[in-house]
């Protein structure tokens, strides 16, 4: 092969890499910014586009579809310094690639610091009951609080969502105990209200008692009193019928006392003789 033959075979090689080079296919989802001569010159769309080669060069291919940026588990104080472990994870879209290729070295290192450092003092503001339970709130405040600041770098943030927030390993023993501790407080209290209403209702029952036994006493002698009054005006002013009737209640007496089985001894009273006597004596007259 002569000299000419090569050569032209090297600039056929060449127009053809350099034809290559001009022609560049931008994929849908995608946009190009392309530089010329070290200088922003335009940003390719997604079809065919062409270039000069050697002078233009493409700087970055941004991708235009939403983004998704993992932010990782960190920890987070809150106001009443309880240790609480939270990550996140935030959708982005770049809107501007002119902005998110020359606003900051790399908008998803970028993102991820901002919603770190929104997390700490979005969260460091509340206590941890409220921490825990405004998971809405804190997403809200944190999409706020990162918006206007990715402005500057031609993104949009779309939703920033927390994925986990939870106390620390430590924080959940110290909350399990207080935990417990509060069950077995709330224990103690119902059994003593469940003892004090029971003290409450045995008095009642003793009020009520003894509230009825004072109105069988008091029936019990009015009873007695009517039957004395009955019996008095009976017999009048005759000591006779009385005396009959005292020792036959003797007598009585006597002998229930006599036909009990652990009676070992009987009690005589003093006037026996006298009261066996009247009623004899009546019975007689």
């Known amino acids: 092969m002569t000299g000419a033959q090569i050569f032209t075979l090297a600039l056929v090689a060449f127009a ?17 910014v392309v530089e010329r001569l070290g200088k922003y010159f335009g940003t390719f769309m997604p079809g065919l586009n062409f270039m000069i080669p050697y002078i233009d060069r493409v700087a970055s291919r941004v991708v235009t579809k939403d983004i998704m940026l993992d932010v990782p588990q960190q920890e987070v104080i809150t106001r009443d310094n309880a240790v609480l472990i939270v990550n996140a994870i935030s959708f982005v879209k770049v809107t501007n690639p002119v902005k998110a290729v020359y606003g900051i070295v790399d908008f998803a290192e970028g993102i991820r610091n901002l919603i770190m450092t929104a997390l700490r003092s979005i969260v460091g503001e509340m206590e941890l009951d409220v921490a825990l339970s405004s998971r809405d709130q804190i997403k809200a405040r944190l999409r706020e609080s990162i918006a206007e600041e990715v402005l500057d770098w031609g993104l949009t943030v779309k939703s920033v969502e927390i994925q986990d927030i939870k106390p620390s390993a430590s924080m959940q023993k110290a909350m399990e105990m207080q935990a417990a501790s509060e069950r077995e407080r709330k224990a103690t209290v119902t059994r ?6 029971s003290m409450i209702l045995q008095a009642e029952a003793r009020l009520e008692s003894a509230r009825r036994d004072a109105e069988a006493q008091v029936t ?3 009873a007695s009193s009517e039957a004395i009054r009955k019996v008095a005006d009976a017999i009048g002013d005759q000591d006779g019928p009385m005396s009959y009737l005292l020792g036959e209640k003797y007598i009585k007496m006597l002998e229930k006392m006599s036909e009990t089985q652990n009676g070992k001894f009987v009690v005589i009273p003093s006037d026996i003789q006298s009261a066996v006597q009247g009623v004899l004596s009546k019975a007689r007259g």
């Open 220 to 222: 019990l002698a009015q």
């Open 16 to 32: 053809l890499i350099t034809i290559m080079r001009g022609v560049r296919i931008v994929p849908q989802g995608e946009e190009w």
């Open 192 to 197: 003593a209200e469940g003892q004090k209403q």
